[in-house]
């Protein structure tokens, strides 16, 4: 297997602090903002307003919801900056990585610590004066989970790290539901759930596009340390349990026919592309496509938290 390097970049500060002082404010506020990883929270904010939805039988409180999703991006982009500040010795190593603003030098090391931690606690002091001290505690053990035990024990010693690590993300759905009821249920753990099965079958196919790098940074992701035709089966079984737990949504929620047909067809075609890239593997054509996974798995995602919120309307 090609293992790829990265050259470390002219204007790339030290890892003890130093950082570019010729920068614009505007490239500088971008630098803070991409610290949040504001592509990855979109897509956990998917899983919100639709779970809230549920959890009112109807439609929340438009100022309710604003503070969830308000709370929730402050939640993971805290997580997220703290996780930038930790793995920063990692993403200079990578192709992938390397134009984060720890790797350029656009933002201090000093300074992306302070920041994540002010998120991150404002996030759970957000929740707590604005909905409730349930949503509080579950902010503040989602970001524990991602910062502490995903990032600093399981990420670079288990090649299992995203499945437990993927639990962090799940987070936003029990926070978001307390956020509308105060309390939890069998409703939001099947949710939950979903994501938490949902987590490798998204993320292997992208750590299999980008194994070298992994490689490169000595990070155990599956693709790295396991044949091809093993991520496959992998990604095979977990895809199954997401499906299996999305339709145990039907019973605990007390969903109709909608969301059930919803629930088997988007269930069907994911296992059929899962399956895809098995075939792909013992066929062993040279590209395996994973990123047609990686990319369904999103559109699968969003489709099926689509019908979760339109699912309410239709009980009469």
């Known amino acids: 297997m090609r293992v790829s390097t990265v050259e470390p970049r002219p204007d790339r500060e030290d890892l003890t602090g130093a ?45 309710l919801v604003l503070i969830t999703l308000v709370g929730g991006y402050l939640a993971a982009g805290g997580a997220n900056t703290l996780n930038m500040y930790l793995d920063r010795d990692i993403d200079g190593l990578m192709a992938r990585t390397g134009h984060r603003p720890l790797v350029t030098g ?10 994540g931690l002010v998120l ?21 053990a989602a970001i524990l989970m991602y910062v502490v035990g995903y990032t600093l024990i399981l990420k670079r010693r288990t090649p299992q790290n995203i499945v437990w ?17 105060g309390s939890l249920t069998w409703a939001p753990m099947v949710l ?13 196919p992208l750590s ?15 693709p790295v340390v396991a044949s091809l035709s093993r991520v496959a089966r992998e990604i095979i079984g977990y895809s199954w349990a997401m499906v299996a737990t999305s339709v145990l949504l039907v019973p605990a929620a007390h969903m109709t ?34 990123m047609r996974l990686f990319h369904g798995s999103i559109s699968y995602l969003a489709l099926l938290f689509l019908a979760v919120a339109i699912d309410p309307f239709l009980h009469f």
């Not at 809230?52 to 439609?59: D, V, Y």
């Not at 299999?208 to 599956?222: E, I, S």
């Open 19 to 63: 950082v570019r002082a010729d920068l614009p404010l505007p490239r500088v506020l971008r630098a803070y903002i991409a610290l949040t990883k504001p592509r990855i929270i979109e897509l956990l904010l998917v899983t919100t307003v639709p779970t809230m939805i549920l959890a009112a039988h109807g439609l929340p409180s438009l100022t």
């Open 106 to 115: 656009e933002i201090s090391p000093r300074a992306a610590l302070g920041f």
């Open 120 to 140: 991150s606690m404002a996030s759970v002091a957000w929740f707590a004066l604005l909905t409730n001290g349930l949503a509080a505690a579950l902010t503040a």
């Open 165 to 181: 690590g993927g639990a962090a993300g799940c987070m936003q759905i029990l926070i978001g539901w307390a956020a509308v009821t």
């Open 192 to 204: 939950f759930g979903i994501v938490f099965f949902w987590t490798p079958p998204h993320y292997w």
């Open 208 to 222: 299999l596009r980008f194994r070298d790098d992994y490689a490169a940074a000595g990070v155990p992701m599956l």
């Open 257 to 290: 026919w909608f969301y059930t047909g919803a629930a088997v067809l988007l269930g069907a075609a994911f296992l059929w592309e899962a399956h895809g890239l098995l075939r792909r593997v013992r066929r062993g054509d040279l590209d395996v496509r994973p």
